[in-house]
């Protein structure tokens, strides 16, 4: 059973370009959270998605925006890329449920902006 | 904000016991609390959670206080691998399914 699968895993681009970033849940789970970390510092949320629609935003700018499919799978876009974007962008895969919800990760995708 | 307080750093010797603490003294009754670590440039790893009684899996055991407001994550024989930095997490009720909130953590460095 595969777990959260983040592609691409590394990724360079320049200042003011567009990035997509892509995940898929693990088998069974239907929501997906996206965080962002940057060097030294704890993940942050940036959004979450569940039946296809954007349910909970952290406090990140109108640039980042994303999907979520009706397979669960998901992307991240990031518009506009400042040199600040550079971090571990991190895919969290959960199932909804009246209990614990615990959230698996995946190994994120590092970003760089030049 | 983080809603725990965990230090800042510990260390282990190889094969004993890491105990590693954590404060939520303003958790409430439907909330869970959550272990993660990260291994250096990787995403998170789960650990184990726990509501109000002590929990133990194949990883660690979690010991939550009578009142709630503390809880102990152990790891009964630290390696090397161990070496992490250990997130704890408190979160349910109306934010049951929601985002996590990690604070800076405890970064364990197991030691030969």
């Known amino acids: 059973d595969a777990g959260v699968t983040q592609s691409p895993t590394h990724l360079i681009k320049t200042r003011g370009q567009q990035v997509t970033l892509r995940c898929s849940p693990k088998s069974g789970h239907d929501t997906v959270s996206w965080y962002q970390q940057a060097l030294g510092q704890g993940p942050q949320f940036i959004f979450q998605y569940y039946e296809e629609e954007e349910r909970q935003r952290g406090n990140f700018p109108d640039r980042f925006s994303g999907h979520q499919f009706p397979n669960y799978s998901s992307e991240l876009n990031v518009n506009a890329l400042l040199l600040g974007d550079s971090a571990l962008y991190l895919c969290a895969s959960s199932l909804r449920s009246q209990g614990a919800s615990i959230q698996y990760f995946g190994a994120g995708t590092r970003l760089s902006v030049l | 904000d983080a809603k725990t307080t965990q230090p800042t750093s510990m260390d282990c010797a190889e094969g004993r016991a890491a105990n590693l603490p954590c404060n939520h003294s303003t958790i409430s009754g439907n909330e869970y609390v959550y272990w993660y670590r990260q291994i250096h440039s990787q995403g998170p790893q789960y650990i184990i959670h726990g509501l109000k009684n002590n929990e133990t899996n194949e990883m660690a055991s979690l010991i939550i206080t009578e009142d709630r407001k503390s809880s102990t994550l152990i790891l009964p024989h630290a390696t090397l691998r161990d070496t992490a930095v250990y997130y704890c997490?408190?979160?349910?009720?109306?934010?049951?399914?929601?985002?996590?909130?990690f604070g800076q953590g405890t970064t364990l460095q197991v030691k030969p």
């Open positions: 997490i408190v979160r349910g009720g109306s934010s049951n399914t929601g985002k996590l909130i």
